[in-house]
């Protein structure tokens, strides 16, 4: 709220990152019959990067999809670790709109790696602000984010109604 109000600007710059969406120009060094998921990381996190740069003075945060980041496997999780943790640099606060739910030991342990720490490491290995998550299990599915968010001191965002039209 207050980063919103600093820029007075309540929009997030939503990263949902495909290689499809990229400048013409960024893809021209590429063979698109032998772009591999490495490629495909670098060249994302280069995009989030430059629009992270053009707007981290007028938007007060981003929200990256982490679908899109999934897609493209081991290098599109370390594009996605990495736009994050330049997100925060720049002074940007971070949703991770992972919509995560589960119950017991693996909903905790979703909450960790978003919102909280790993155990044993003592490290958190998405350090988002904000994760997104869905209620349809129950509190059960609910409870371990709260829990680690009053220990971090970060948030969520419960969905309750999408966008799609048979929702």
Not at 104 to 133: E, Q
Not at 135 to 150: A, N, Q, R, W
Request: charged share 25%; with cysteine; glycine share 6%.
């Amino acid at each position: 709220i207050d980063k919103i109000i600093e820029k007075q600007n309540p929009t997030a710059l939503g990263l949902d990152t495909r290689l499809e969406y990229l400048p013409d120009e960024m893809m021209a060094d590429y063979d698109p019959d032998d772009i591999d998921y490495k490629d495909a990381g670098k060249l994302i996190l280069e995009f989030n990067k430059a629009l992270i740069d053009e707007l981290k003075d007028i938007v007060p945060c981003i929200k990256v999809q982490i679908a899109y980041y999934e897609m493209y496997g081991h290098h599109g999780m370390k594009a996605y670790y990495k736009t994050v943790d330049y997100a925060k640099k720049k002074g940007l606060t971070v949703i991770a709109d992972a919509k995560r739910n589960d119950i017991g030991a693996t909903c905790t342990a979703y909450a960790n790696a978003y919102l909280g720490t790993t155990p044993i490491i003592n490290k958190n290995a998405f350090d988002a602000d904000f994760v997104t998550v869905t209620p349809y299990l129950g509190s059960d599915g609910v409870i371990p984010f709260i829990d680690v968010c009053k220990e971090s001191g970060k948030g969520i965002f419960v969905l309750v109604k999408t966008s799609n039209p048979s929702s």
